[in-house]
């Protein structure tokens, strides 16, 4: 373990609050620069272990039947497995004119696929992990707000696929708290109650007993009702 660590360059992990680290990189889509072309909308960034594997296909189909949802919320997603441009186009292909799951079928693949052969945009995101496997990017999942901040990341192992109403979850929980100063309760689904962050002097937390508009059990635990449609 000790030699594993030395012999390699360590390359230190974003995390949470950090600006999104930069690069430029060919996509199926053309060319981007990251993170610049996506300022003023959010992105999930998330990676995949390899191209024509049955877990990430299925990842990829519903991704792409999402795919119109995320950008209703402001949302771009983008890709990235260390496989070449045309194993990526190939597969995309492949998934379109071949693969039915559950109720997708003819899924066709409209947001950008980084190709990261070298392995430098895997090595700047963390995302070879090598305890998991030294030439696959592990599935990561970065959340990066509209001005390049990462604001969550999730990691998945390979044998594991996502949960893809958790991520939309987040990303609307991100967006409801930005928006509404508030935070969002263990499980919490849009529609349902709010929390209201604690008070900071026994004279606010004195008022924040007493306004109707809140439920306190406690100075420490209020919650407030934040309806859908005003979300
Ligand atoms: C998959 O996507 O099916 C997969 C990829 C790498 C390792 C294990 C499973």
Same mark, same amino acid.
């Given at each position: ?47 995949? &272990?390899?191209?024509? =594997? ?39 292909? =492949? ?20 190709? /990261? ?17 030294? =030439? ?8 990066? /707000? &509209? ?18 109403? @958790? ?30 962050? &604690? ?12 306004? @109707? ?15 859908? /449609?005003?979300?």
């Amino acid at each position: 373990m000790e030699n594993l660590i030395e012999n390699q360059t360590i390359t230190p992990m974003p995390r949470i609050g950090d600006s999104a680290p930069a690069f430029k990189a060919v996509t199926t889509q053309g060319p981007i620069q990251f993170p610049e072309d996506y300022s003023g909308k959010w992105v999930i960034l998330f990676s995949h &272990p390899a191209d024509f =594997t049955p877990v990430c296909t299925s990842e990829f189909m519903t991704f792409a039947k999402m795919h119109d949802r995320f950008k209703s919320l402001n949302c771009e997603l983008v890709g990235l497995s260390v496989d070449g441009l045309y194993s990526h186009i190939a597969w995309l292909r =492949t998934i379109k004119e071949k693969i039915e799951f559950r109720d997708m079928k003819n899924m066709e693949v409209k947001f950008p696929l980084i190709e /990261d052969i070298t392995m430098d945009v895997a090595k700047k995101y963390g995302m070879i992990q090598p305890g998991e496997s030294t =030439t696959k990017a592990v599935r990561a999942v970065f959340f990066i /707000d &509209p001005k390049g901040i990462i604001r969550a990341i999730i990691y998945y192992p390979l044998s594991l696929g996502r949960n893809f109403d @958790e991520l939309e979850r987040a990303l609307i929980a991100m967006q409801t708290a930005d928006k509404h100063e508030i935070a969002t309760p263990a499980d919490w689904v849009p529609g349902e109650d709010v929390i209201v962050s &604690p008070a900071g002097s026994c004279g606010v937390a004195k008022e924040r007993m007493d306004n @109707e508009e809140l439920d306190c059990k406690d100075w420490f635990f209020c919650t407030k009702k934040l309806p859908l /449609d005003k979300i």
